[in-house]
Structure formats: structure tokens, C-alpha cells
């Protein structure tokens, strides 16, 4: 049975926010790029990040761009990253996206630059990890899912001084055994078992304590 045809498409210039937390200065030690979850937005997913010192720590937290509204009253917001459909359009439009941010911010080199991803953001922060071949010394992946398609030499371009975290919630509602076997088999091929891999006793929630503890 043959898929239904694509669409026509239009290529054309898009304007999209981004939010930061903090003043990037000499003093700056980290930078963190956040990626929020499916239904966040960025401007609020920064009260996860306000406990770190502000002077060392500078969060950057891009928007995901396909925003709709939460629930039947039609008064919050949230947004997503990707879809089912047109999924690879949609991949190189954030990824313009990102790059575009990251030209904006200028980071100084001697900062150590963490690429934060959660839930559906762990999707997007990987990719532009991947695709874009950003080198960063920390990817953290938080209660979300590699992406199916990437592999291990989609990382070749990290140093080996560069640290690799993924993070579970032990009652995490969206990691049943076998999703977690199988999330396990794909960081070991992905990562070659550079992956430290944190638990913690808790659900789908982002929790702060454990983003202090990350910071080297």
C-alpha cells in the first residue's frame, strides 16, 4: 500500500524567541542549553534552573516553535518540538533554528557548556548534538528517548573528556520495563558505554537538586 503524497512546500524566513537566564560575563563557568518538554514554555522551564549560582551560570532555554493551547479554556500555552509529520522538515527547521541561536550568544571558549534535554527535548538536544556536530563537555539526557535513527558515529565529534548522563525517575508513568530495555540497549550502542547512567527516586519531573550535582 502506497504513503499518501507529500504536500507542496515554501522555503521562507521564520522569526522565533529564545530565553536566558543570568548575565553571560567573564565569570561565567557554565552554559547551559536547555531543550524543554512537550507542552513547556522555554520562559518557564528557566524555574528549574534559578537555584545555580547566577554568577557562574548562564542558561540559555531556545523555544520550540509549534505552540497550541493546553487544555479546553484556551488560556495556557505550550509548545512542541517535533511531530509525526513532516518530522525531517520540521528536524533541519530547528536546527537553523538552534544555529542560529548559538551564532547570536558568542559562548567564550572557556566555558564548559552543558546541552540539557527533557522528555521530548532529550529528541531535539541529540540531534542538534548529532547533526550539527556540537561539541560540548556535558549532553545530558533527562527522562527521554534517543532518537532511532542516530548511531554511534553520530558522536564521534565528542571529545572523550566529555561527560554523558542520562537521568530516570524511578516512577517515571512513560518508562514501562521494556521501554527501559530497550532505552538501555540503544545508549550502549550509541554511547559505547559512556553513558553514566543516574537514577532517581521520583516521577516525570524535573528536579533540581540533581542539576546542581552536575555541574563539575
Known amino acids: 500500500?502506497?504513503?499518501?503524497?507529500?504536500?507542496?512546500?515554501?522555503?521562507?524566513?521564520?522569526t522565533n524567541t529564545y530565553e536566558t537566564?543570568?548575565?553571560?560575563?567573564?565569570?561565567?563557568k557554565n552554559v547551559w542549553i536547555v531543550f524543554h518538554g512537550i507542552g513547556y514554555l522555554s520562559k518557564y522551564f528557566l524555574k528549574y534552573f534559578d537555584e545555580l549560582n547566577p554568577t557562574e551560570n548562564y542558561i540559555i532555554a531556545p523555544q520550540a516553535p509549534s505552540k497550541y493551547y493546553l487544555g479546553s479554556e484556551y488560556?495556557?500555552?505550550g509548545a512542541s518540538w517535533l511531530t509525526k509529520e513532516n518530522t525531517e522538515t520540521e528536524i533541519q527547521n530547528n536546527l537553523n533554528y538552534l544555529?542560529?541561536?548559538?551564532?547570536?550568544?558568542?559562548i567564550p571558549a572557556?566555558?564548559?557548556?552543558?546541552?540539557?534535554?527533557y522528555s521530548q527535548g532529550v529528541s531535539m538536544a541529540a540531534r542538534w548534538v548529532a547533526r550539527s556536530k556540537f561539541d560540548c563537555q556535558q549532553l545530558v539526557l533527562y527522562a527521554g528517548g534517543i532518537p532511532h535513527e542516530l548511531n554511534a558515529s553520530d558522536?564521534?565529534?565528542?571529545?572523550?573528556?566529555?561527560?554523558?548522563?542520562?537521568?530516570?525517575g524511578n516512577q517515571d508513568k512513560y518508562l514501562t520495563d521494556e521501554v527501559l530495555a530497550n532505552e538501555r540497549e540503544k545508549s550502549k550502542a550509541v554511547?559505547?558505554?559512556?553513558?553514566?547512567?543516574l537514577i532517581f527516586d521520583g516521577g516525570h519531573i524535573v528536579k533540581k537538586e540533581l542539576l546542581k550535582s552536575l555541574i563539575l
Open 1 to 14: 500500500m502506497s504513503s499518501a503524497p507529500l504536500g507542496k512546500s515554501v522555503r521562507y524566513q521564520s
Open 21 to 28: 537566564l543570568n548575565t553571560l560575563t567573564n565569570e561565567t
Open 75 to 77: 488560556k495556557h500555552v
Open 99 to 106: 544555529n542560529s541561536i548559538l551564532a547570536e550568544e558568542v
Open 110 to 117: 572557556h566555558c564548559n557548556v552543558i546541552v540539557f534535554g
Open 155 to 168: 558522536f564521534q565529534h565528542l571529545g572523550n573528556s566529555t561527560r554523558i548522563t542520562i537521568i530516570i
Open 191 to 197: 554511547f559505547k558505554g559512556r553513558a553514566k547512567e
